[in-house]
């Protein structure tokens, strides 16, 4: 099963005086909405957008792990722990807060940021703490969250171009650029079958088996990028 999600179906946040704009998939925040709380071990999927100079002040989590992927721009990470990292296009970063962790990110660049904060739910809670960037991931090595017992795939295709979506039994898929179509088996809307996406769009799918991403058309050497998250039932 395939259910589509549009972006403009998304909640709107921010602070557009302090310069962030703020795209919820999920209830999320003053944003409740109790038939769409999470997906799989995804509890959030936010695209954030920071004015130069925009950013969060320090703030707390506690049993979460925090996946950033930065879209355009670059992100400046601060924790307690006193690591300091900027975080560009390409690189993962990970953030177990795990029984508390306290972080903060701002656009300290001078072009505008924009980033996709996405949440997971950890398997066990409490642990130690841990941080990580992996530099420019590649499409063809997933990574992988073991905490949540979740893998993050990353698909960068040309125009016309053909990729697996992983056979699992959750699988959430965010376009992050271009435009792309699921193909199915059954080729049938809404059944496992046909759908098309575009920038902001996600699809969440229910036991997917035999689903490929077909990028649209585009300029440049990728026409889509797209993250999906293969997660256990």
């Known amino acids: 099963m395939i259910l589509v ?31 769409n709380l999470r997906f799989g071990a995804l509890l959030a999927c936010n695209e954030e957008r920071l004015a130069p100079g925009a950013g969060f002040g320090e703030h707390p989590h506690r049993h979460t792990e925090i996946v950033t992927w930065v ?11 006193g690591q300091s990292t900027v975080v560009r296009p390409g690189d993962v970063q990970r953030l177990s807060s795990a029984g508390g962790v306290r972080h903060a990110e701002r656009n300290e660049g001078t072009a ?11 398997l066990e809670p409490g642990g130690e703490p841990a941080y990580e960037v992996v530099r420019g991931i590649a499409d063809a090595t997933p990574y992988a969250l073991p ?15 053909r990729s697996a979506v992983p056979d699992a039994p959750s699988v959430y898929a965010h376009v992050v650029r271009g435009a792309v179509r699921l193909d199915g088996p059954d ?22 088996r035999g689903l490929e991403l077909v990028a649209g058309s585009g300029a440049g050497d990728t026409a889509a990028e797209v993250l999906l998250w293969e997660m256990p039932a």
């Open 187 to 208: 080729r049938t809307a809404g059944a496992g079958g046909t759908a098309e996406l575009g920038p902001g769009d996600s699809a969440r799918i229910t036991g997917a």
């Open 5 to 35: 999600r549009y972006a403009a179906e998304r909640y709107a946040g921010g602070d557009a005086a302090a310069g962030i704009e703020s795209l919820h998939a999920f209830s999320f925040g003053h944003f409740y909405d109790p038939d």
């Open 112 to 122: 505008p940021l924009v980033f996709l904060q996405m949440w997971l739910a950890p």
């Open 71 to 81: 879209v355009e721009g670059e992100l400046t990470h601060r924790d307690a722990a």
């Open 147 to 161: 905490r949540a017992g979740a893998l993050l795939h990353v698909r960068r295709l040309r125009s016309g171009e």
